[in-house]
Nanobody, 125 residues
Framework: QVQLVESGGGLVQAGGSLRLSCAASGRTFSPYSMGWFRQAPGKEREFVAAIRWTGGITTYADSVRPRFTISRDNAKNTVYLRMNSLKPEDTAVYYC??????????????????WGQGTQVTVSS
């Protein structure tokens, strides 16, 4: 079983930055891709960014490009989300997720096999 643990959330003023981390542990970890999603109160969970584990190809939601950057450290089984120029509308619980097989889209939460518990990001105006 794979476990994902997020860290790095917190309270930041608008215009500030945060870096989220997601460390994977468990059985041999070799995902096809890892992604970040977020969910604000009263809203559906939405795609933020994803990265292929091999090759590092990335994809982003239009609402976060180019402010956010996803990266990974294969040796540490960790994926990061660097968030710059944060806005109040970025306030949400951020979740990391992993998918173990080739899928047609990385933007759908339904394709992901494993999820972290989430970390709160609050951006004050």
């Amino acid at each position: 079983q794979v476990q994902l643990v997020e860290s790095g959330g917190g309270l930041v003023q608008a215009g500030g930055s945060l870096r989220l981390s997601c460390a994977a542990s468990g059985r041999t970890f070799s995902p096809y891709s890892m992604g970040w999603f977020r969910q604000a109160p009263g809203k559906e969970r939405e795609f933020v960014a994803a990265i292929r584990w091999t090759g590092g190809i990335t994809t982003y939601a239009d609402s976060v490009r180019p402010r956010f950057t996803i990266s990974r450290d294969n040796a540490k089984n960790t994926v990061y989300l660097r968030m710059n120029s944060l806005k109040p509308e970025d306030t949400a619980v951020y979740y990391c997720a992993a998918v173990s097989r080739l899928v047609g889209t990385l933007r759908s939460a339904n394709v992901y096999d494993y999820w972290g518990q989430g970390t709160q990001v609050t951006v004050s105006s």
